[in-house]
């Protein structure tokens, strides 16, 4: 056996190893996640998938987004109605005032 066949045989044997791990760890990947899509298949039968919008003028339902600013919160410290965008510039306020008003 010379030297130029021994390398080969050195390089085709950890390119089998190698093969063969990947291989492994790709199969054990689709293992589980096969398995995880059957058990989320089987608990909800009927789920829908999510929306996607590369415009984004859908939410994830579905729904066309709505403004922000038509949205309103109740606060909770102080009981005002707060616009949706505004609402966590108020809520620092609200609380660093210590809930006086
Ligand atoms: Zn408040």
């Given at each position: 056996?010379?030297?130029?066949?021994?390398?080969?045989?050195?390089?085709?044997?950890?390119?089998?190893?190698?093969d063969?791990?990947?291989?492994?760890i790709?199969?054990?990947?689709?293992?589980?996640?096969?398995?995880?899509?059957?058990?989320?298949?089987?608990?909800?039968?009927?789920?829908?998938?999510?929306v996607?919008?590369d415009?984004g003028?859908?939410d994830i339902?579905?729904?066309?987004k709505?403004q922000?600013?038509?949205?309103?919160?109740t606060?909770?410290?102080?009981?005002?109605?707060?616009?949706?965008?505004?609402?966590?510039?108020?809520l620092?306020?609200?609380?660093?005032?210590?809930?006086?008003r």
């Open positions: 056996m010379s030297d130029s066949d021994q390398q080969q045989t050195v390089e085709s044997l950890s390119s089998g190893i190698y063969n791990l990947i291989t492994s790709i199969q054990n990947i689709v293992a589980k996640e096969t398995a995880k899509q059957r058990l989320l298949n089987a608990r909800y039968p009927d789920i829908k998938a999510y996607r919008d415009l003028n859908l339902n579905g729904n066309p709505s922000e600013s038509s949205k309103y919160f606060c909770k410290n102080c009981g005002r109605e707060i616009s949706a965008n505004r609402f966590a510039a108020h620092e306020r609200c609380l660093s005032r210590g809930g006086r």
